[in-house]
């Protein structure tokens, strides 16, 4: 189990909120009485993942007991959680291994220049809690207002839910916030004890309605590759294609490269289908110039 209170907290706020989307009918459970709350019963769970009905209430109410990984895969089974899911699941039990680092990992110079080399292409390092650890010019025009004055790191949560620009250049930007939000929550996941992850989330709850709204809901996703409706000046919505290759070295840390499409594209929504290229691989060490 974890060892902090918070982080019982949060374990037991996770369950609840799976526990709560899943209806009787989705599992074959009879509609019995009335019920006080939406999705299963605590006990309908715990029938469904063969424990004890007050073990799993001593577990959601983020009491002080051991869970073993046999028990975790039961309910990530009841609980019908993607891979996703289930790794936050056992990340937030303890049975992960934690972070080494509760810092930024250094960024070597010549992993830096990458996105340099990539211009015109827009493109930008990202850490585990979205800071811009590097940026070229492209990206920087795509993104407005993202490269920040000096003194203070850039950071891509910061700008899609705080600067105003966002909600134009995002023509998506609902469905881009919330999957953003929710890869934040599997990043700070990992490092429950980062005051990096704390301080932002804190700041976002802040000045953020939306994310007072959607992060009690747990949504937890990973990185990946994918397409991106985009607002650029005189030329209107204009679709982008995405790959995020993480570092070999620094899984944290994420190269993002954005190509553009080949026609501006109407108002209509995008759908990702089969054949869309979704990129999500190591990239590899680059050695510095000689």
């Avoid at 920087?140 to 490269?147: A, C, S």
């Avoid at 996703?221 to 030329?235: S, Y």
Wanted: neutral net charge; proline residues 9%; aromatic residues 8%.
């Amino acid at each position: 189990m974890p060892r902090q209170p918070h982080q019982r907290h949060e374990l037991g706020a996770f369950l609840r909120s799976r526990r709560e989307r899943i209806t009787p009918d989705e599992v074959g459970l009879p509609r019995t009485g009335r019920r006080r709350t939406p999705g299963l019963r605590r006990e309908e769970l715990a029938l469904l993942a063969g424990i004890s009905a007050t073990w799993y209430t001593y577990l959601e109410q983020g009491r002080d007991i051991r869970t073993s990984d046999q028990v975790l895969d039961a309910l990530a089974a009841a609980l019908r959680l993607d891979r996703y899911e289930r790794g936050h699941l056992f990340r937030l039990a303890g049975h992960a291994p934690a972070a080494e680092s509760e810092g930024p990992e250094p960024l070597a110079a010549e992993v830096a220049a990458v996105p340099l080399l990539l211009q015109p292409h827009p493109a930008y390092i990202i850490d585990g809690n979205y800071d811009v650890l590097s940026v070229n010019q492209a990206a920087g025009e795509l993104f407005p207002g993202l490269v920040v004055a000096a003194g203070r790191v850039a950071n891509f949560a910061r700008w899609v839910f705080l600067e105003p620009a966002a909600r134009d250049v995002l023509i998506d930007w609902e469905p881009e916030a919330r999957g953003l939000l929710a890869r934040l929550r599997t990043s700070a996941g990992r490092h429950p004890d980062d005051v990096r992850y704390t301080r932002l989330i804190d700041e976002l709850r802040a000045g953020s309605p939306e994310v007072r709204a959607w992060w009690p809901r747990y949504d937890v996703q990973a990185r990946h590759g994918g397409r991106k409706r985009l607002r650029r000046p005189g030329r209107g919505a204009v679709e982008f294609s995405y790959t995020a290759f993480h570092l070999a070295e620094h899984a944290e840390q994420t190269l993002v490269i954005y190509s553009e499409g080949r026609e501006p594209v109407g108002a209509g929504p995008v759908v990702s289908g089969p054949a869309d290229p979704v990129v999500d691989q190591e990239l590899p060490r680059v050695a510095p110039p000689a």
